[in-house]
T-cell receptor
Framework: DAKTTQPPSMDCAEGRAANLPCNHS???????VYWYRQIHSQGPQYIIH???NNETNEMASLIITEDRKSSTLILPHATLRDTAVYYC?????????????FGKGTHLIIQP | DGGITQSPKYLFRKEGQNVTLSCEQN?????MYWYRQDPGQGLRLIYY???????QKGDIAEGYSVSREKKESFPLTVTSAQKNPTAFYLC???????????????FGPGTRLTVT
Protein backbone atom coordinates (compact mmCIF):
# COMPACT_ATOMS: atom_id res chain seq x y z
CA ASP A 1 0.00 0.00 0.00
CA ALA A 2 1.20 3.51 -0.78
CA LYS A 3 2.44 5.74 2.04
CA THR A 4 0.46 8.79 3.14
CA THR A 5 1.53 12.03 4.84
CA GLN A 6 -0.81 14.08 7.04
CA PRO A 7 -0.25 17.07 9.34
CA PRO A 8 -0.17 15.92 12.97
CA SER A 9 -2.80 18.39 14.15
CA MET A 10 -5.24 21.06 12.99
CA ASP A 11 -7.71 23.44 14.59
CA CYS A 12 -11.03 24.55 13.16
CA ALA A 13 -13.77 26.80 14.51
CA GLU A 14 -17.15 25.25 15.16
CA GLY A 15 -19.53 25.79 12.24
CA ARG A 16 -16.74 26.33 9.73
CA ALA A 17 -15.56 23.88 7.11
CA ALA A 18 -12.67 21.66 8.18
CA ASN A 19 -10.27 20.80 5.36
CA LEU A 20 -7.89 17.94 6.10
CA PRO A 21 -5.07 17.37 3.60
CA CYS A 22 -3.34 14.12 2.72
CA ASN A 23 -0.36 13.54 0.44
CA HIS A 24 -0.01 10.19 -1.32
CA SER A 25 2.47 10.87 -4.10
CA UNK A 26 3.30 7.16 -4.69
CA UNK A 27 -0.31 6.07 -5.18
CA UNK A 28 -0.84 3.42 -7.86
CA UNK A 29 -3.54 3.44 -10.50
CA UNK A 30 -5.63 0.77 -8.77
CA UNK A 31 -5.36 2.25 -5.25
CA UNK A 32 -8.22 4.07 -3.57
CA VAL A 33 -8.07 6.78 -0.91
CA TYR A 34 -9.96 5.91 2.29
CA TRP A 35 -10.66 8.09 5.31
CA TYR A 36 -11.45 6.86 8.80
CA ARG A 37 -11.70 8.79 12.05
CA GLN A 38 -11.21 7.79 15.67
CA ILE A 39 -12.86 9.63 18.50
CA HIS A 40 -10.89 9.38 21.72
CA SER A 41 -10.77 5.85 23.17
CA GLN A 42 -13.21 4.45 20.61
CA GLY A 43 -12.79 2.27 17.55
CA PRO A 44 -12.21 3.98 14.18
CA GLN A 45 -15.18 4.78 11.95
CA TYR A 46 -15.27 4.73 8.16
CA ILE A 47 -16.00 8.13 6.58
CA ILE A 48 -15.58 7.98 2.81
CA HIS A 49 -13.42 6.61 0.00
CA UNK A 50 -12.69 7.42 -3.65
CA UNK A 51 -10.57 6.52 -6.67
CA UNK A 52 -10.27 9.66 -8.79
CA ASN A 53 -13.62 11.42 -8.85
CA ASN A 54 -14.72 13.65 -6.02
CA GLU A 55 -17.08 11.92 -3.63
CA THR A 56 -19.69 13.17 -1.17
CA ASN A 57 -21.80 11.45 1.44
CA GLU A 58 -23.73 12.47 4.51
CA MET A 59 -20.57 12.82 6.58
CA ALA A 60 -18.05 14.51 4.32
CA SER A 61 -16.68 15.29 0.87
CA LEU A 62 -13.48 13.94 -0.64
CA ILE A 63 -11.59 15.97 -3.20
CA ILE A 64 -8.83 14.12 -5.10
CA THR A 65 -6.41 16.08 -7.28
CA GLU A 66 -6.25 15.26 -10.97
CA ASP A 67 -2.82 13.65 -10.63
CA ARG A 68 -4.15 11.72 -7.58
CA LYS A 69 -1.07 12.60 -5.55
CA SER A 70 -3.05 14.35 -2.84
CA SER A 71 -6.55 14.65 -1.48
CA THR A 72 -8.59 16.72 0.95
CA LEU A 73 -11.32 15.57 3.29
CA ILE A 74 -13.90 18.28 3.90
CA LEU A 75 -16.26 18.38 6.86
CA PRO A 76 -18.61 21.15 5.68
CA HIS A 77 -19.93 22.40 9.03
CA ALA A 78 -17.71 21.12 11.81
CA THR A 79 -19.19 20.48 15.24
CA LEU A 80 -17.51 19.75 18.56
CA ARG A 81 -18.30 16.07 18.02
CA ASP A 82 -16.02 16.07 14.98
CA THR A 83 -12.98 16.40 17.24
CA ALA A 84 -11.07 13.21 16.49
CA VAL A 85 -7.99 11.72 14.83
CA TYR A 86 -8.52 11.43 11.07
CA TYR A 87 -6.65 8.76 9.13
CA CYS A 88 -6.00 8.84 5.39
CA UNK A 89 -5.30 5.35 4.01
CA UNK A 90 -4.37 4.31 0.49
CA UNK A 91 -4.95 0.75 -0.66
CA UNK A 92 -6.19 -1.38 -3.51
CA UNK A 93 -9.95 -1.11 -3.79
CA UNK A 94 -11.65 -3.53 -1.46
CA UNK A 95 -8.20 -4.86 -0.69
CA UNK A 96 -9.52 -8.35 -0.43
CA UNK A 97 -9.96 -8.94 3.26
CA UNK A 98 -6.54 -8.02 4.56
CA UNK A 99 -6.06 -5.33 7.17
CA UNK A 100 -5.70 -1.57 6.98
CA UNK A 101 -2.42 0.30 7.46
CA PHE A 102 -2.91 3.26 9.78
CA GLY A 103 -0.41 6.09 10.15
CA LYS A 104 -0.57 8.59 12.99
CA GLY A 105 -3.30 10.64 11.31
CA THR A 106 -4.34 14.25 11.92
CA HIS A 107 -5.74 15.25 15.29
CA LEU A 108 -8.53 17.67 14.40
CA ILE A 109 -9.66 19.91 17.25
CA ILE A 110 -12.90 21.83 16.80
CA GLN A 111 -12.87 25.03 18.83
CA PRO A 112 -16.14 26.44 20.24
CA ASP B 1 -28.58 -4.11 17.44
CA GLY B 2 -26.04 -5.32 14.90
CA GLY B 3 -22.40 -4.71 15.65
CA ILE B 4 -19.18 -5.84 17.23
CA THR B 5 -18.74 -6.42 20.93
CA GLN B 6 -15.51 -6.67 22.82
CA SER B 7 -15.25 -7.59 26.44
CA PRO B 8 -14.16 -6.56 28.90
CA LYS B 9 -13.52 -2.84 28.34
CA TYR B 10 -10.66 -2.83 30.85
CA LEU B 11 -8.50 -5.84 31.73
CA PHE B 12 -5.67 -6.14 34.22
CA ARG B 13 -3.20 -9.04 34.36
CA LYS B 14 0.03 -9.96 36.01
CA GLU B 15 3.13 -10.39 33.90
CA GLY B 16 3.64 -13.98 32.77
CA GLN B 17 -0.05 -14.80 32.46
CA ASN B 18 -1.81 -15.51 29.19
CA VAL B 19 -5.00 -13.54 28.63
CA THR B 20 -7.76 -13.96 26.04
CA LEU B 21 -9.69 -11.01 24.63
CA SER B 22 -13.17 -11.61 23.30
CA CYS B 23 -14.56 -10.33 19.98
CA GLU B 24 -18.03 -11.19 18.71
CA GLN B 25 -19.90 -9.86 15.67
CA ASN B 26 -23.49 -10.38 14.50
CA UNK B 27 -23.05 -8.63 11.15
CA UNK B 28 -22.60 -11.91 9.25
CA UNK B 29 -19.19 -10.68 8.08
CA UNK B 30 -16.67 -13.13 6.68
CA UNK B 31 -13.54 -11.18 7.60
CA MET B 32 -12.34 -10.25 11.09
CA TYR B 33 -9.26 -8.42 12.34
CA TRP B 34 -7.27 -7.61 15.46
CA TYR B 35 -5.32 -4.38 15.84
CA ARG B 36 -3.16 -2.98 18.60
CA GLN B 37 -2.87 0.73 19.39
CA ASP B 38 -0.24 2.34 21.60
CA PRO B 39 -0.60 5.92 22.94
CA GLY B 40 -0.29 8.55 20.22
CA GLN B 41 0.13 5.95 17.50
CA GLY B 42 -1.98 4.54 14.71
CA LEU B 43 -3.37 1.01 14.69
CA ARG B 44 -1.14 -1.94 13.85
CA LEU B 45 -2.50 -5.21 12.48
CA ILE B 46 -1.93 -8.32 14.62
CA TYR B 47 -3.94 -11.05 12.88
CA TYR B 48 -6.77 -11.27 10.41
CA UNK B 49 -9.13 -13.96 9.22
CA UNK B 50 -10.86 -14.00 5.86
CA UNK B 51 -13.02 -17.04 6.57
CA UNK B 52 -13.81 -19.56 9.29
CA UNK B 53 -10.94 -21.88 10.23
CA UNK B 54 -8.40 -19.71 8.44
CA UNK B 55 -6.28 -16.78 9.63
CA GLN B 56 -3.09 -14.95 8.69
CA LYS B 57 -0.43 -13.07 10.60
CA GLY B 58 -0.40 -9.31 10.38
CA ASP B 59 2.51 -6.97 10.97
CA ILE B 60 3.03 -7.70 14.68
CA ALA B 61 1.82 -11.26 15.32
CA GLU B 62 4.67 -12.35 17.60
CA GLY B 63 3.43 -13.16 21.09
CA TYR B 64 -0.21 -13.42 20.03
CA SER B 65 -2.46 -16.26 18.90
CA VAL B 66 -6.00 -16.42 17.48
CA SER B 67 -8.66 -18.92 16.51
CA ARG B 68 -11.63 -18.72 14.17
CA GLU B 69 -13.85 -21.68 14.91
CA LYS B 70 -17.07 -19.75 14.35
CA LYS B 71 -17.92 -17.02 11.87
CA GLU B 72 -19.06 -14.63 14.59
CA SER B 73 -16.14 -15.06 16.99
CA PHE B 74 -12.42 -14.24 16.73
CA PRO B 75 -10.73 -14.38 20.16
CA LEU B 76 -7.19 -13.07 20.64
CA THR B 77 -4.80 -14.56 23.19
CA VAL B 78 -1.99 -12.39 24.44
CA THR B 79 0.68 -14.83 25.56
CA SER B 80 3.47 -14.38 28.07
CA ALA B 81 5.86 -14.23 25.09
CA GLN B 82 4.52 -10.78 24.14
CA LYS B 83 7.18 -8.46 25.53
CA ASN B 84 5.07 -5.32 25.88
CA PRO B 85 1.40 -6.36 26.05
CA THR B 86 -0.06 -3.22 27.66
CA ALA B 87 -2.06 -1.52 24.91
CA PHE B 88 -5.51 -0.77 23.52
CA TYR B 89 -6.78 -3.72 21.45
CA LEU B 90 -9.36 -3.24 18.71
CA CYS B 91 -11.31 -5.88 16.84
CA UNK B 92 -12.95 -5.21 13.47
CA UNK B 93 -14.94 -7.03 10.83
CA UNK B 94 -15.83 -6.53 7.19
CA UNK B 95 -17.90 -8.24 4.53
CA UNK B 96 -14.68 -9.37 2.89
CA UNK B 97 -13.35 -9.60 -0.61
CA UNK B 98 -16.80 -9.73 -2.23
CA UNK B 99 -17.78 -6.27 -1.05
CA UNK B 100 -16.33 -4.23 -3.91
CA UNK B 101 -14.16 -1.16 -3.42
CA UNK B 102 -15.67 -0.02 -0.12
CA UNK B 103 -14.93 -3.05 2.08
CA UNK B 104 -15.63 -0.90 5.12
CA UNK B 105 -14.25 -2.21 8.38
CA UNK B 106 -16.49 -1.93 11.42
CA PHE B 107 -14.68 -1.60 14.73
CA GLY B 108 -15.59 -2.68 18.22
CA PRO B 109 -15.21 -0.43 21.28
CA GLY B 110 -11.84 -1.91 22.22
CA THR B 111 -10.28 -3.54 25.27
CA ARG B 112 -7.64 -1.68 27.25
CA LEU B 113 -5.19 -4.25 28.61
CA THR B 114 -2.79 -3.39 31.41
CA VAL B 115 -0.11 -5.90 32.41
CA THR B 116 1.96 -5.25 35.52
Amino acid sequence: DAKTTQPPSMDCAEGRAANLPCNHSTISGNEYVYWYRQIHSQGPQYIIHGLKNNETNEMASLIITEDRKSSTLILPHATLRDTAVYYCIVRVGGGGADGLTFGKGTHLIIQP
Amino acid sequence: DGGITQSPKYLFRKEGQNVTLSCEQNLNHDAMYWYRQDPGQGLRLIYYSQIVNDFQKGDIAEGYSVSREKKESFPLTVTSAQKNPTAFYLCASSIGSASGSKNEQYFGPGTRLTVT
